[in-house]
Nanobody, 115 residues
């Protein structure tokens, strides 16, 4: 089992920045992928960014150039630096961890972009 704990969400004005963190613990395997998804009210959960084996990085088109994903050398913590935030970025942000066919999710952290 892998446990994920997200932090760093909050309320920010449009144009502002936030940095999300997700710490993984438990049966961690260094050959893993970790990423961020988000779910806005009334919408389906969507992929935001991920970093995989070999540090392959994916970004959704809607966040390219504004968000940056990174992780520590131990591959147990993943970060999402979010700049130039827009009201449409408002959502619950979830972290996930993938190893083989196993997928684990965090509990989510709320990000609200509003003036």
């Amino acid at each position: 089992q892998v446990q994920l704990v997200e932090s760093g969400g909050g309320l920010v004005q449009p144009g502002g920045s936030l940095r999300l963190s997700c710490a993984a613990s438990g049966s961690i395997n260094s050959i893993n992928a970790m990423g961020w998804y988000r779910q806005a009210p009334g919408k389906e959960r969507e992929a935001v960014a991920s970093i995989g084996v070999g540090d392959t990085i994916y970004y959704a088109e809607s966040v390219k150039g504004r968000f940056t994903i990174s992780r520590d050398n131990a591959k147990t913590t993943v970060y999402l630096q979010m700049n130039s935030l827009k009201p449409e970025d408002t959502a619950i942000y979830y972290c996930n961890y993938i190893h083989g066919v196993s997928v684990f999710w965090g509990q989510g952290t709320q990000v609200t972009v509003s003036s």
